[in-house]
């Protein structure tokens, strides 16, 4: 079994072909997907895609940093609201993105920090989406150590040096597609980090793997990171399947805890 920790399947890209898509996903061994949240314009989408497959997909809530803008307050009211209302199995995906825009920086820095708080609160873990923000947020993780609920730092691109820091912190690293492209920069990562600090991810429909690079991704291509890592670190694929599915297993272990507490 594989664990993708984190697709986008309730996208429109994936509107005409969604059955055959999770059919595929399945005779790859792909029987658990968490689905992140990004903002109210997408959770009617995400949560019926939840309550259809209510075995296999499993959503999260929170505000993507990409939604942070001077009225931020509306959708952090609107996410909250939701986690009053029914269990979920992380708070994400939260973080920061300085690549496309630097203007809300502090208003992200907030909302990041305020949706720590809530998965503190609730005993939930935090996926963290993170673009040319990397030193930020671990810098704003290593301020905030009250923070004890761990995590994924998703699609993560960094150093040896920062995948340290983040481990020293409590949290996984999300291995993706990226991982598979020429100059990806990920080789020594995998190769220096033990695999009992990954998970794999595929962010689908975004960042398909080699051989699918500049395609739709979906689930079913998580198989091509998992034999990737394999190559890399020199161990068998099914321990690196078993290894990383135990390591997701341990994260989104809460979602029943926090369903008692609701």
Known sequence: M?????AHLYSKQFSHDRAAMLKRADTEGVKKIYLPAIDSESH??????????????FAMMGVHPCSINADFEKELAIAEEWLSKRPFCAIGEIGIDLYWDKTFVEQQKTAFIRQMHWAQDLGLPIII???EAMDVIIDILAENRWFTEGGILHCFTGNVEQAQRLIDLGFYLGIGGVA???NGGLEPVIRDIDLAHLVVETDA????????????????????????????????IHEVARVTTANAEKIFSKMGQFAETV
């Not at 594989?2 to 984190?6: G, L, M, P, V, Y």
């Not at 009617?44 to 997909?57: G, N, Q, S, V």
């Open 180 to 182: 598979t492209y020429k």
């Open 129 to 131: 989406h993170s673009r």
């Open 205 to 236: 429909p975004y960042l398909a793997p080699v051989p699918f690079r500049g395609k739709r991704n979906e689930s079913s291509y998580v198989k091509y990171v998992v034999e990737h890592i394999s190559e890399i670190k020199m161990v068998d």
């Open 2 to 6: 594989i664990i993708d920790t984190h």
């Open 44 to 57: 009617e989408a995400m949560l019926a895609l939840e309550a259809a497959y209510p075995d296999r997909c």
